[in-house]
């Protein structure tokens, strides 16, 4: 395991990653030390568990850089999240556990994770007065028949996932308006893009069609939400951290309402198979029918919009996956 003395980064712009190991925060760690970065002068330690959907291979294209650092190890460690919070400047929260069929079958590691480790972040945030940016979820609204979800709607979450992130960005809220701490929060719609975990409906889908077996489809796939590339979220993530108001929350919206059917027929066609290998399982207890949000605040205060046309994006992520078997051969089941 890294030690955090081992884990300091050069003075400048440091931030702290957590969770920078899974698939929204490597992709965040890829994009600031990649070449195109929004701030090229940037430093950044990943703190991760490496649990079953971190991955050191999801740094693998930055490794090399002398603008990262690693540290293996819990975010709901209160002393290690401070000691490195103590040599940042500012922290960007990712780490989660974030499928919501697992927090139905095991809730109390959602409540871990997504309370007690933001718990965390907020103290050594507070302690040493360092920005923070807490990247939550379009769940926590709830679902909406009609219409879109501003930052002011009321939170209304219906899994242990939603539930849990919503009472992480409470207490983030709180710590703001008691002590006045600089913590900006994201709302994003659901993401997808290459290094994403085979459990979620694309990767899942995409893998086992792949290896020629059927795909499980809940209820009648009726279920909407809003697609959103990872590119585009991360993008808004750093000009919420950069240029964001505190104790604001921001939605970071896809523009691409898209039912579950509809995405599995576009999956279905972009690999060559047919609706015979479609499964129709019953559905999830509780499972929300529609997801959207409402971003013009994001697009008139930041000037972000999404730049990735769905079509393009989706062809793309399977190609990653057909071409990284690798990656993902042992996580599908």
Request: charged residues 25%.
């Amino acid at each position: 395991m890294s030690t955090p003395e081992q884990s300091q980064v050069p003075r400048g712009t440091r931030i702290l990653v957590t969770g920078g190991a899974g698939f929204v925060g490597s992709h965040y760690v890829r994009t600031l030390l990649g070449p195109d970065s929004p701030d090229p002068g940037v430093h950044i330690t990943v703190l991760d568990a490496l649990t079953y959907a971190g991955n050191r291979a999801n740094l693998a294209p930055v490794q090399g850089s002398s603008r990262l650092a690693f540290v293996h190890g819990d975010v709901c460690d209160a002393a290690l999240v401070d000691r490195l919070a103590a040599d940042h400047d500012q922290i960007v929260h990712c780490a989660a556990e974030s499928h919501v069929d697992r927090s139905i079958e095991r809730a109390a590691a959602f409540v871990r994770t997504n309370v007690l480790g933001t718990q965390a972040v907020l103290d050594a945030a507070l302690r040493h007065g360092r920005r923070t940016v807490l990247v939550s979820t379009d769940e926590v609204y709830g679902s909406i028949d009609e219409g879109a979800w501003t930052e002011e709607s009321p939170l209304a979450p219906n899994s242990p996932y939603s539930a849990s992130k919503a009472s992480g960005d409470l207490l983030a809220l709180a710590a703001h308006r008691t002590h006045g701490l600089d913590v900006r929060i994201t709302r994003s719609s659901n993401n997808y893009g290459p290094y994403q975990y085979p459990e979620k409906i694309i990767p899942l889908f995409v893998a086992r069609l792949l290896r020629g077996e059927r795909v499980p489809l809940y209820g009648d796939g009726r279920q909407v939400r809003d697609w959103l590339h990872v590119d585009d979220h991360v993008r808004g993530i750093d000009l919420v951290r950069r240029d964001g108001r505190p104790g604001e929350v921001y939605n970071i919206g896809g523009a691409t309402l898209l039912g579950n059917r509809e995405l599995t027929g576009r999956l279905l066609a972009l690999l060559g198979a047919g609706w015979d290998r479609v499964e129709y399982v019953k559905d999830r207890p509780g499972h929300d029918l529609r997801y959207a949000v409402d971003d013009r605040k994001i697009r008139t205060e930041l000037g972000h919009r999404p730049l990735r046309d769905f079509t393009d994006g989706l062809k793309e992520t399977v190609e990653w996956y057909a071409r990284h078997t690798e990656w993902w051969a042992g996580a599908v089941d």
